[in-house]
């Protein structure tokens, strides 16, 4: 159990540097491009044809991309509220086997998704589908999209093996409830 669990967090460290960091340049660039894009359209009056769906499919490519990472930090998809009250009223047991049933809820829903993008991916490639400029192929686009789901899915998978096996251990008697703020 100790080498799955420390393989699982190593998974994820990768995870959260290198999806983290790639989905933050994109983010980062994107607006960047935004504010070009501001500059040429008030000041000098021109844009490019490309430029407004560059920025949409590129800014969700980028969130569709960080799925994973808010996976990781168990800030995506969760009722922490709920779960939170529970804790702090001493329900412990009961916290734990809800992190089971919200983490298999996650692989499912996400995994479901993920994978019936296919149909759509392969329409996008096989009717070469574009944006409304006619120059940004969709496919990629929807590429990201199902990878972000699929990797949204695998880490949920891997907190759910994590938190069966702290379940098992017992470990919910002794933790600690990450406080958020998110409702």
Known sequence: ???????????????????????????????????????????????????????????????????????????????????????????????????????AIIVVFCAAIGITGWPTLSYAIERELTTYSLLIPLWPFYAILMFGFILMSFIALLQLIEDIIGFMRRDYLESEMEITTDV
């Open 1 to 103: 159990m100790d080498n799955f669990l420390a393989f699982s967090q190593t998974i994820k460290n990768w995870v959260d540097k290198i999806v983290g960091w790639i989905s933050a340049a994109m983010l980062l660039a994107l607006t960047l491009f935004a504010l070009l894009e501001i500059i040429r359209r008030y000041i000098f009056g021109v844009v490019f044809e490309w430029g407004q769906d560059a920025l949409i499919v590129g800014m969700v490519a980028a969130v569709a991309l960080y799925f994973g990472v808010t996976q990781i930090r168990r800030s995506h998809l969760v009722m922490n509220a709920i779960v939170q009250l529970l804790h702090t009223r001493g329900f412990f047991k009961t916290v734990g086997i809800l992190r089971i049933i919200v983490s």
